[in-house]
């Protein structure tokens, strides 16, 4: 069984193969473009699956874990190339969700209270 990959070894990872060409890193309006490619595949997968539009017979299946997969990879990629630590951001944000969402929704242990 293969260790779990924490997001500074995805990012290493990353880094590591990025490093190996001469391109290098792409600017970050070019990963931008990408990203946003990638998220619209994300979107197309999810409205065959979820939505209403349908596959056509012809279409190459793939999966919302494969686009999902590539958005993830597209924003190691773009972190990468603006030095920001992914955990770090990570972190940061989880706290912001903590102090500013912390009433905003009703939780499921409220509702067991109301039983």
């Not at 990963?31 to 595949?41: C, D, H, I, S």
């Amino acid at each position: 069984m293969t260790q779990p990959k924490y997001l500074s070894d995805m990012q290493q990872e990353v880094d590591d193969y990025i490093s190996q060409f001469k391109a290098g890193y792409f600017s970050p309006l070019a990963q931008l473009a990408r990203l946003t490619e990638e998220t619209g595949e994300l979107a197309r997968e999810i409205n065959h699956y979820y939505g209403e539009k349908a596959k056509k017979t012809d279409e190459i299946p793939k999966t919302v874990e494969e686009e999902l997969g590539d958005v993830l990879v597209v924003l190691l990629i773009m972190a990468n190339s603006l030095d920001i630590d992914l955990t770090k951001v990570f972190e940061d944000n989880m706290k912001k969700f903590y102090a500013r969402d912390s009433h905003r929704f009703e939780r499921v242990d409220e509702e067991k209270s109301m039983d």
